[in-house]
């Protein structure tokens, strides 16, 4: 009989804790480790039932089959890596770092709304091409932590919020109205590997600019706009997934994104 999820985690935690269930070397490819993550004796592992159906019979298990199961991750993008797995050997990039160099990923990995070199933060990695529409869509917030040079005022910040114009590859675009706000402590970044510039050549400040539209470079454009050129973008948030590893290079292996 083939267990729904609830019940096949519950049998496995009845037959390997009560009854000292031995997993046979067939099933072994799985992992031990995980297997006792997904049952509750450690983090949730939700990606081995992503994996594999199974079914118990008589105090084993046995494999059904490998599910063609899509994969995400979250990532922290550092300074100075390109938000791609290839790129074309001109002079230009020939010696840019890319993602691939950060963790072993999955065969038909892709970028969800790429962040420029310089960027920072929060980036999505998927395997599937519907999930990455459904991100890159108007219809879910992308947040960044934006240090200036200058001390914005709140006749710029009302400015970016109601929308600037800026240049895109076809001529000039009106922004979409966005949240802009003032952040009054800087956020407690770890430091850039490298380094912003000093105080001796002026005050920053630090804004928090949210929005549903993503064109090429667009946030470091609108600051711009206004007068305050961006010196560090950092994007802290996308949807309802936010950035909790302040570790640049971090990976972390999800079921799914929170995109409320």
Aim: aromatic letters at 10%.
């Amino acid at each position: 009989m083939l267990l729904p999820k609830h019940q096949l985690k519950e049998e496995s935690h009845r037959l390997i804790i009560k009854e000292k269930l031995v997993i046979p070397s067939h099933f072994q490819w799985l992992g031990i480790f995980s297997l006792w993550k997904f049952i509750g004796l450690g983090s949730t592992n939700c990606l081995f039932f992503k994996f594999a159906q199974l079914f118990i019979t008589n105090k084993k298990f046995q494999y059904v089959g490998l599910m063609n199961a899509h994969r995400h991750f979250v990532v922290h993008k550092p300074y100075g890596f390109l938000s791609q797995f290839i790129t074309k050997q001109t002079k230009r990039r020939k010696n840019k770092r890319l993602l691939g160099e950060l963790f072993d990923f999955p065969e038909g990995i892709m970028a969800i709304g790429r962040l420029d070199l310089k960027s920072e933060g929060l980036l999505f990695l998927t395997t599937d091409g519907k999930v990455s529409e459904q991100v890159r869509g108007n219809s879910v917030e992308k947040e960044y932590y934006v240090q200036l040079d200058g001390l914005i005022d709140q006749k710029a910040i009302e400015h970016i919020q109601k929308g600037v114009t800026i240049g895109i590859d076809r001529g000039k675009y009106r922004t979409k109205d966005c949240k802009a706000k003032l952040l009054e402590t800087a956020p407690d970044f770890p430091e850039r590997i490298r380094r912003i510039r000093g105080d001796a050549h002026g005050p920053t400040s630090w804004l928090s600019i949210t929005i549903k539209e993503g064109k090429f470079r667009q946030v470091r454009k609108m600051t711009a706009a206004v007068g305050f050129p961006t010196l560090r973008l950092v994007r802290v948030r996308i949807g309802g997934e936010k950035l909790t590893d302040w570790t640049a290079g971090s990976v972390k292996e999800v079921c799914s994104f929170n995109l409320a």
